[in-house]
């Protein structure tokens, strides 16, 4: 908009191949190269190319909270609650976000090719997995978008 906030329902929808390049003047196109590539794909293109990455990826021990069918980490911003015990755990992030929102999963994959064929076989995506944000609501997301975390 004219104050550069992203509005998600002022945005006309893109569907299959067909993207919406009609802007009005003083907008800004967004765009997003990797949209479509699944998380075995980024995985692969990283093996691929030897590309390193920070080793929060990879399996570590972690303290941990189980609280709601996520594996919370234990930290001054997610403290446990009344009555919670923690655990260490191995664990990985699948995604790193914020520490208040993104959680870690269960894994022993310290390496690339272990984390290709663990995301191979997996049948809960990356965001059921690790988001605390979905349980707080349904558009915690798009709240966070408004507030410019996107």
């Not at 995985?43 to 390193?52: N, S, V």
């Not at 941990?64 to 919370?72: A, E, F, P, T, Y």
């Not at 310290?110 to 290709?116: A, F, H, L, Q, W």
Request: net charge negative; hydrophobic share 35%; charged share 30%.
């Amino acid at each position: 908009d004219e104050f550069g906030q992203w509005d998600p329902k002022a945005q006309r929808p893109e569907l299959w191949s067909l993207y919406n390049a009609r802007l009005h003047k003083g907008e800004h196109l967004r765009v997003f190269p990797i949209s479509n590539w699944t998380e075995l794909d980024v995985w692969q293109y990283i093996a691929r190319e030897g590309l390193e990455l920070p080793s929060i990826y990879y399996a570590h021990e972690r303290e941990i909270v189980r609280r709601n069918g996520l594996l919370v980490p234990v930290t001054p911003l997610t403290p446990m609650r009344e009555g919670e015990t923690s655990e260490k755990a191995l664990v990985r992030f699948r995604t790193v976000g914020d520490i208040s929102c993104t959680c870690p999963v269960d894994s022993d994959a310290d390496d690339v090719e272990k984390i290709i064929a663990e995301t191979a076989v997996t049948d809960i995506t990356e965001r059921g997995a690790t988001r605390m944000d979905d349980q707080a609501s349904e558009a915690a997301m798009e709240q966070r978008k408004k507030q410019g975390y996107f």
